[in-house]
């Protein structure tokens, strides 16, 4: 057990010694002495004039009474006054000063009559409070009676039932004085006196005349374990917490009114004698319940919770306030950050003009549906969160459950299973009602009207523009769809919408219906928000999708201002208060949504600057990278860092400027310039080469558009004897890029489709050839994916049909290239339907049971690409398709393999030198010329020849074959020659310019 030294005061730690010995001297007392006999009882007088006083001296207990009272026990026999003498005890009020020796009269009465402690702590307990109902009519009664339970119970005349008769009333006390406090004097009382027996309570002493002792050394009985003084103290510390927030709250409003008192002689001259009365007041109060926190904390050992009044005169909140609603007034500030945005969430559809007034009669609340209450008043939220409170909020109800656990309040529990049963069956009555009318209501909507409503909401499912979400509005109230089982699936499906796109126009449809269905739109938004605290409370039973779906839409209704933005203070400062991980996540994104608005308003300025502070203040203590960076970027979304000066900016030499702004900034028509001076850069530099050639290898670093020129000028530069090898180290820097995005999946996914593009660029200037541009095109669908969610990864097929489509014009120029381009399709295909079969069995369903569809976009880039590679041919429409496909090129290559190795078995055979495989290859050659030769003498005796592919993909019978080699068509050999030609006239032209 580990060493605890607290410093205490001589006075307490000798007043614990002392009643320690008393509780010692009483236990011994009730262990030696033995109850009465029947011959003992004989012996002894019971002659009613001396047990008639007896009993008088009882109901009149006090000091005196009571020591000549212990002086009589052994005289007379009071054997058949056990229950009037317990009855008298309990009632009778004395103060106390008088509790030593009623305590002490109590020890002798209990060691000589064993029935008495029972029927004492019977009769006391019927003064004790322990239901709700239960009311305090006399607290001088009771703090006197506590304290001699507390008394009794530690002289042992009690057992663990004195302990839980105490640990009733104080569970009564803190269940029902959460605002008022009218019995700190009963708990400060008790535990000033007995702290340290009852809860381990030690009264620190801070002066150097304090002894310094451990907290083992202290003197505890058996009856009080570490866990029983525990549970009572925590509940004792939750009690003094529940009162130093009342102060902290008194003086949150003191400090209110000062602003306020401040704020009115700054602008009318002098405040009004009514709010400098509220004012002394609540200081007043402040200071009372000050002296009582102060007291608490001193008897439970801790320090002052307690704040004081701002004293200071800053007022640059209010004045930061003042200048916000100027410039709003005056336009030079906005709270949007455009004017899209302002039309967007500030001019909405003048519904009550537009439809009758009939229309529109709110039944939102009427089957029996509940509004959560929302806070509208910005004033009433408090975002002052200090160190700990989440624990002391936390704790409070463990703590008090705990002692409900050790059976100390008995009757308390059976007053709850009361309750339990009461609503409970009063849950399933209202569960049989509502039961009933959706019956009902079931019954009386047609099924045309269903189908109407489905059609609405699949239609209202992919709404992602203000004028359809407009109409969508009028559809509604005008089509007799605002029918009460329509609202309720409506309402089922804003609130359990999951797409983040569409969550803008969702808020708008309810703000537009809030003109004529306010109550309706105030339950969709409870709902909403029941569903936000149910998610934060219970996160794990939820998706991260769904929690920040749930939080976008609290925010952009907030910016619609159809949830007030006092609500959406009070949800930051619950996220800011708790600040776990799920947490974090959802408090950056509502930050991002709307705290930019929150921040902008003059009303919720001042306390959406102090959260913002709190935030950054908690942030400090994470150590995760992502929560950190995922904070800095809401923060700076609600406040963007100021732009920093030229001087503070760190120096770009002009040379580096000068080559950026060269490869940045090319257009067609300043390619030459642009060659001419980048050729002309000291390419010795390693600097200047380095960071040339890094801008040269990021295409992702200009449009789209410029890609063509820039891969020109990289041409060009690739003419030069002298500048050859940098078309090589871009080459090579561009595939290197392409491998890393394949490498780490979603994290460079732009670059690489640049790098793509670029690619196809490269090859059409004849920077590379067509082997590296097969070679990425093998590489990207056959690179293995480790993610088990790569399924939905469909980004390789983007890489592929945008490569593809650059190059594809050059490909089909050369019999060869289509050749070896028809063989990759075949494996693309694969590939492909791979990819549909995994979304297929993997892709989630939606709210409708539909399963999401396939992406239109990467389905149309495909179609794309077969309309432009493989015209007039058959698109394979599914795996087995492109499996046949594959096969087909396989055994195309199969036959070919088979041919060089007989040709090397023949090779063998007649001990040619050089390896057989090598000979073999030879012979293939010479045979592939001889072919090539006689389909030359085909073509040209006009015979038509079906190109090779013919065999891969077959022709598509809805289309003109236009794939046959007719006469009068010139060569392959011919357009090659042409196109070497026609490339080596301009780089001569480029060379002389």
């Not at 939750?238 to 401040?262: D, F, H, M, P």
């Amino acid at each position: 057990m580990t060493t605890q030294w607290v410093t205490v005061s001589n006075e307490w730690l000798t007043e614990v010694k002392k009643r320690w010995e008393g509780y010692k001297e009483s236990r011994k007392v009730l262990e030696e002495t033995k109850p009465l006999t029947e011959q003992e009882l004989r012996k002894m007088d019971s002659t009613l004039k001396k047990t008639t006083a007896v009993m008088k001296k009882i109901k009149m207990l006090n000091k005196e009474h009571a020591a000549s009272l212990s002086e009589d026990l052994d005289k007379i026999n009071l054997s058949k006054f056990v229950e009037e003498m317990a009855g008298a005890v309990a009632e009778t009020k004395f103060k106390i000063s008088d509790l030593p020796s009623v305590v002490k009269l109590c020890v002798g009465i209990a060691a000589r009559y064993s029935r008495f402690a029972e029927q004492l702590l019977l009769q006391l307990r019927k003064c004790l409070p322990a239901k709700k109902s239960d009311v305090i009519s006399n607290p001088a009664k009771l703090r006197v009676d506590l304290r001699l339970v507390a008394e009794l119970t530690l002289h042992g005349v009690f057992g663990k039932e004195g302990l839980q008769s105490i640990g009733c009333v104080l569970v009564y006390i803190n269940g029902t004085e959460k605002t008022d406090h009218p019995s700190h004097s009963l708990v400060s009382s008790l535990f000033t006196a007995l702290g340290w027996e009852l809860a381990a309570f030690v009264m620190k002493e801070e002066d150097k005349n304090g002894v310094n002792v451990d907290r083992g050394d202290l003197p505890t009985m058996e009856l009080m374990t570490d866990e029983r003084r525990k549970t009572m103290g925590d509940i004792v510390i939750t009690y003094w917490k529940s009162i130093g927030q009342k102060v902290n709250g008194l003086c949150q409003q003191i400090n209110e009114k000062k602003r306020a008192v401040r704020r009115q002689e700054r602008t009318k001259g002098d405040a009004t004698s009514e709010i400098k009365k509220n004012l002394e007041t609540l200081r007043e109060e402040w200071t009372k319940w000050r002296e009582v926190e102060r007291e608490m904390a001193n008897v439970v050992g801790e320090k002052s919770m307690s704040k004081d009044e701002d004293e200071s005169g800053d007022d640059s909140d209010e004045e930061a306030i003042v200048e916000l609603s100027k410039a709003l007034e005056e336009g030079s500030l906005s709270l949007w950050p455009d004017s899209d945005a302002r039309s967007f969430y500030e001019t909405l559809l003048a519904l009550r003009k537009i439809v009758p007034a009939a229309l529109f009669k709110d039944d939102g609340m009427k089957n029996g549906e509940t509004k959560m209450e929302m806070t509208s008043c910005i004033e009433d939220v408090d975002v002052e969160i200090e160190e700990g409170e989440e624990e002391e909020e936390r704790s409070e109800e463990y703590h008090t459950d705990k002692f409900s656990e050790e059976s100390m309040a008995d009757d308390i529990l059976e007053w709850d299973d009361e309750e339990r049963e009461k609503e409970k069956k009063k849950k399933e009555m209202e569960k049989v009602d509502e039961e009933m009318k959706r019956e009902i209501v079931y019954a009386e909507n047609s099924t045309e009207k269903k189908e109407f409503m489905d059609i609405f909401l699949s239609e209202l499912y992919g709404m992602t523009n203000r004028d359809n979400i407009d109409t969508a509005v009028l559809e509604y109230v005008n089509n007799s769809l605002n029918t009460p089982i329509n609202s309720r699936r409506l309402k089922h499906f804003m609130v359990k919408c999951s797409r983040p796109d569409v969550l803008p126009f969702y808020a708008r449809f309810l703000a537009t219906l809030d003109q004529v269905m306010h109550d309706f739109v105030a339950n969709v938004c409870s709902l909403i928000l029941e569903r936000f605290r149910d998610q934060l409370a219970h996160y794990v039973n939820y998706s991260s999708g769904e929690r920040i779906a749930t939080t976008i839409m609290i925010g952009e209704l907030i910016k619609f201002g159809v949830i007030p933005r006092a609500e959406g203070l009070v949800c930051l400062r619950q996220l800011v208060f708790d600040f776990r991980l799920p947490a974090v996540e959802v408090l950056c994104t509502l930050l991002e949504n709307c705290g930019f608005y929150l921040f902008r308003s003059p009303d919720s300025h001042t306390k959406m600057k102090t959260l913002l502070e709190v935030m950054l203040k908690k942030k400090k203590r994470l150590k995760d990278v992502r929560l950190n960076t995922l904070l800095d970027n809401a923060y700076f979304s609600v406040l963007p860092p100021e732009e920093q000066s030229s001087s503070s900016r760190p120096s770009i030499p002009p040379m580096f400027r000068f080559i950026r702004r060269m490869v940045t900034t090319i257009t067609e028509g300043s390619i030459v310039s642009n060659l001419k001076c980048i050729r002309r850069l000291d390419w010795t530099d390693p600097l200047i080469s380095e960071y040339t050639l890094s801008l040269l290898s990021s295409p992702w670093m200009i449009s789209i558009e410029c890609l063509p020129h820039l891969a020109s000028l990289v041409g060009g530069l690739n003419e030069l004897p002298k500048h050859d090898w940098i078309a090589v180290a871009v080459v090579d820097n561009v595939l290197e890029t392409i491998r890393l995005s394949l490498e780490q999946p979603r994290l460079l996914n732009q670059e690489a489709l640049s790098c793509m593009i670029y690619m196809g660029e490269l090859y059409n200037f004849c920077v590379c050839n067509s082997q590296v541009v097969f070679k990425t095109l093998y590489q990207v669908i056959s690179f293995p994916e480790s993610d088990p969610y790569s399924w939905r990864d469909l980004s390789r097929i983007r890489l592929v049909t945008s490569l593809v489509s650059t190059v594809g014009e050059f490909f089909r120029s050369s019999r060869k290239s289509t050749s070896s381009m028809m063989c990759f399709l075949a494996y693309f295909y694969r590939f492909y339907w791979m990819k549909r079969g995994g979304w297929v069995a993997n892709s989630p369903i939606t709210e409708y049971g539909v399963q999401a569809p396939f992406p239109k976009d990467v389905e149309a880039s495909v179609k794309d690409l077969h309309r432009e590679m493989l015209k007039g041919r058959r698109e394979p429409k599914s795996i087995q398709d492109a499996d046949e496909s594959v096969r087909v090129v396989e055994r195309n290559f199969k036959a070919k393999v088979e041919a060089v190795l007989r040709a090397a078995s023949q090779y063998d055979g007649e001990g040619g030198e050089g390896t057989s495989v090598e000979r073999g290859l030879e012979m293939l050659r010479e045979e592939e010329e001889e072919e090539e030769e006689e389909e030359r003498y085909a073509d040209a005796a006009t015979e038509e020849v079906l190109l090779e592919e013919d065999t891969l993909f077959g022709k598509d019978e809805g289309q003109v074959d236009e794939r046959r080699v007719t006469k009068g068509r010139i060569s392959d050999e011919e357009d090659d020659e042409f196109s070497s030609q026609f490339d080596k006239m301009m780089n001569d032209a480029i060379k002389v310019s």
